[in-house]
T-cell receptor, first 115, second 116 residues
Framework: EAGVTQFPSHSVIEKGQTVTLRCDPI?????LYWYRRVMGKEIKFLLH????????ESGMPNNRFLAERTGGTYSTLKVQPAELEDSGVYFC?????????????FGPGTRLLVL | AQSVTQLDSQVPVFEEAPVELRCNYS??????LFWYVQYPNQGLQLLLK??????LVKGINGFEAEFNKSQTSFHLRKPSVHISDTAEYFC??????????????FGKGTHLIIQP
C-alpha cells in the first residue's frame, strides 16, 4: 500500500511569488491534515479535511493560504503571495477514520524556502 | 489551550545504552498521547500511543512509554539503543473530547544521537 505522498519535495521561490503544494493521502483515507514546521519551532497544525469539507481550519495563519480538496482525494495548499516567514517544512497526514484517537500517517514533507 | 514540552533538544547516547526522552504536557482537559519518530528524509512514523488502560505502552522497535497523570508526563524509553535509532522524536497530544479538533499538538522534538 502506498503511503502519503507530497509534491514537490523541495521548492525555492522568491517573496511575492505563488507556490502550490500537493498531497496525495493513502487511498481510502477520508481525513487529511496539513501541518507546518518553521525552522527551530514545533510542528503546527494548519487544517483538517474530512473528504472535501474543511472540518477545522483554526491553524491557518492568514488569508494568503488556501487549501482545497476537490473530490475528496488529493489536496493542494496554495500560498499567495509567499512571504519570508512562510519558509519551512509542510507536512501532510491522513487517517482512515475521524477522531482524536486515530493514528495519522505522515508524508515526507515539502521543504519550502522563500527568498 | 494544550501544550507539549520536550526539554531536551538533543540527547547523545552510546550504542547499547538505555535512553529516556522526556515529554510533559499541559491541558485543561484529558488528552491522548503520541510519540512519533522521523528518520532522515522520511515522514513521521507512529512509535506508540496512549489512549486508555495500562499506563505503560509498548511500541515498535523496542520503545515503550509511561503515562503519568499526576506529573503530566509521557516519557519515552528504550533499554538498549542501536545506531539505527538515530532520528528525531516528537511527543504529541490530541484532546480527549475532540469536538472536531483532531489536529495534533507537537513538542519541539528531540534529536537522539547514537554514538558508537
Amino acid at each position: 500500500e502506498a503511503g502519503v505522498t507530497q509534491f514537490p519535495s523541495h521548492s525555492v521561490i522568491e517573496k511575492g511569488q505563488t507556490v502550490t503544494l500537493r498531497c496525495d493521502p493513502i487511498s481510502g483515507h477520508d481525513n487529511l491534515y496539513w501541518y507546518r514546521r518553521v525552522m527551530g519551532k514545533e510542528i503546527k497544525f494548519l487544517l483538517h479535511f474530512v473528504k472535501e469539507s474543511k472540518q477545522d481550519e483554526s491553524g491557518m495563519p492568514n488569508n494568503r493560504f488556501l487549501a482545497e480538496r476537490t473530490g475528496g482525494t488529493y489536496s493542494t495548499l496554495k500560498v499567495q503571495p509567499a512571504e519570508l516567514e512562510d519558509s519551512g517544512v509542510y507536512f501532510c497526514a491522513s487517517s482512515p477514520r475521524v477522531g482524536p484517537r486515530e493514528t495519522q500517517y505522515f508524508g515526507p514533507g515539502t521543504r519550502l524556502l522563500v527568498l | 489551550a494544550q501544550s507539549v514540552t520536550q526539554l531536551d533538544s538533543q540527547v547523545p547516547v552510546f550504542e547499547e545504552a538505555p535512553v529516556e526522552l522526556r515529554c510533559n504536557y499541559s491541558s485543561s482537559v484529558s488528552v491522548y498521547l503520541f510519540w512519533y519518530v522521523q528518520y532522515p528524509n522520511q515522514g513521521l512514523q507512529l512509535l506508540l500511543k496512549y489512549l486508555s488502560g495500562s499506563t505503560l505502552v509498548k511500541g515498535i522497535n523496542g520503545f515503550e512509554a509511561e503515562f503519568n497523570k499526576s506529573q503530566t508526563s509521557f516519557h519515552l524509553r528504550k533499554p538498549s539503543v542501536h545506531i539505527s535509532d538515530t532520528a528525531e522524536y516528537f511527543c504529541a497530544v490530541t484532546l480527549y473530547s475532540g469536538g472536531g479538533a483532531d489536529g495534533l499538538t507537537f513538542g519541539k522534538g528531540t534529536h537522539l544521537i547514537i554514538q558508537p
